[in-house]
């Protein structure tokens, strides 16, 4: 049911736009604002309800109240048995938290790591990846960075680094490198060190209850509940001053921050339904960039998308949540070099060129999941994702590395050691690479094709 009442059309809000000219101003609008939506939703699923003393945010665990400004921390490294996340990665430790910087600058502490790779990624509401603390920019010794929102003026305080946020919300998102579960007590103590608190002279504390304007469930559909969501989020988060002329434009379709509370008509619901529709099909259907030998890269984003509005809507809808690639490449497969679908019960090897195995600054690592389910899957020898960390793994004598991937134990003893179990089923991979070198970051580097073996 819409939340929102439809009343008959009136010609002064469409301002004498026909059917034809209301579509496509919707879908532009829609286009812009998704990403609002889909960091409104993720709020909901990943904001805390109980904070660290135990308290629900509201009366209960159904209530739509989160704690913001907390942590959210992974304990264990994700394997089969975790069904949430979607294409999880098995080489790191998670800290999420939801910053709201309506009530003052907050402070994050961060201990030292002088032998491990981290990074907390900041996204804004319009999920931009627009800073990190971490290993590859802040460096490896403890800190304390002061966070403020766009409208905050004042003096930071000696000894912190200011990081200027563009909306009031941010989303963290973080990554501790875990050698293996006997490293695991380690990088939860870490975890345990990370701080959030507010700038002196702040009257608000931490952790903060701040509603949540969706349920975890809902998905871009009705009109008048996307509507409600994106003009109270345009409210609450102003777009950036050069695109303030694009977005005044969309109050024709009922969108903008001076919508809020109004209804759409008809002709406004009819042309932002069939938007919604037609777009959300497009996006998630959206081949990414394609990089030979089966390979494509699905994000391509550093600091911000800046106006490419249909990318920034793409990875909204299918890869929210991913860091910009001077930080984190995702590179992606679910066809072998000859364009035939990946499947577990056929045998791959690809193959890394004496010197040319993936240039990084941190670490890198293949992963296979489920195509079906976008989930590990559980396989006999207890490896769920290789790389340049995994002990064991034989070269080749003119120092090449084979890495074989298929659901049956390779025959050949190299590709024993060097083999990625696979679903015995359709699959994808995932290599990520994090702190990608120039030549990833150029385009130079060349994939090795993922080569199907003679039954």
């Known amino acids: 049911m819409s939340s929102i009442p439809l009343r008959e059309p009136a010609a002064t809000r469409a301002d004498c736009l026909d059917h034809a000219d209301l579509f496509e101003l919707a879908r532009e609008a829609v286009q812009f604002t998704l990403p609002l939506y889909e960091m409104a939703r993720m709020f909901s699923a ?3 309800r109980i904070d660290a003393a135990g308290r629900f945010a509201g009366a209960s665990p159904e209530s739509p109240q989160r704690w913001a400004n907390a942590w959210l921390h992974s304990r264990e490294l994700l394997g089969p048995q975790h069904r949430r996340v979607v294409t999880p990665n098995n080489d ?6 939801w910053l709201d910087l309506r009530g003052g600058p907050l402070v994050i502490r ?23 603390i971490g290993s590859r920019t802040t460096g490896s010794e403890a800190g304390a960075f002061f966070l403020h929102g766009p409208a905050w003026r004042g003096e930071v305080p000696a000894g912190m680094r200011a990081l200027a946020c563009p909306t009031d919300t941010v989303w963290l998102i973080g990554r501790i490198l875990v050698d293996g579960e006997a490293d695991l007590a380690a990088a939860i103590a870490l975890q345990d060190r990370f701080e959030i608190e507010r700038a002196a002279g702040s009257p608000e504390q931490v952790p903060t209850r701040v509603p949540a304007g969706l349920q975890p469930q809902e998905r871009p559909g009705d009109a008048a509940r996307f509507a409600e969501v994106v003009n109270r989020a345009l409210a609450d988060h102003p777009p950036p001053r050069e695109a303030l002329a694009h977005v005044a434009r969309f109050r024709a379709c009922g969108i903008g921050a001076d919508c809020v509370g109004e209804a759409l008509d008809a002709a406004q619901a009819d ?13 998630t259907g959206a081949p990414p960039q394609a990089l030979g030998g089966g390979w494509a890269l699905p994000v391509d984003v550093r600091e911000t998308f800046g ?3 249909h990318e920034r809507a793409q990875v909204a809808l299918s890869y929210i949540g991913a860091l910009g690639v001077e930080e984190a490449m995702y590179i992606t497969a679910d066809c072998d070099a000859e364009g035939a679908p990946l499947d577990g019960n056929a045998a791959y090897v690809l193959r890394f060129a004496p010197g040319q195995a993936p240039q990084v600054g941190a670490f890198w690592s293949l992963t296979a999941y489920a195509r079906a389910t976008c989930m590990l899957a ?3 020898i207890g490896r769920y994702s290789l790389g340049d960390r995994t002990h064991g793994l034989r070269l080749d004598d003119d120092g090449g590395l084979r890495i074989a ?3 049956r134990e390779p025959v050949d003893p190299v590709l024993r050691c060097n083999w990625l179990p696979a679903p015995a089923e359709r699959f994808y991979l995932a290599l990520r690479l994090y702190v990608p070198e120039e030549a990833h970051l150029a385009g130079r580097y060349v994939y090795p094709p993922i080569e199907r073996q003679p039954d």
């Open 46 to 48: 990943t904001c805390p």
């Open 92 to 97: 790191t430790l998670y800290s999420s938290a």
């Open 110 to 132: 961060v201990p030292a790591m002088p032998a491990r790779y981290y990074v907390l990624g900041l996204l804004d509401m319009y999920t931009n990846p627009f800073g990190y």
């Open 271 to 283: 042309a932002l339904t069939r938007a919604i529709a037609q777009l959300t099909r497009e996006l």
């Open 307 to 309: 106006n490419d509005y």
């Open 378 to 380: 559980e396989n006999a």
């Open 405 to 407: 991937v298929s659901a």
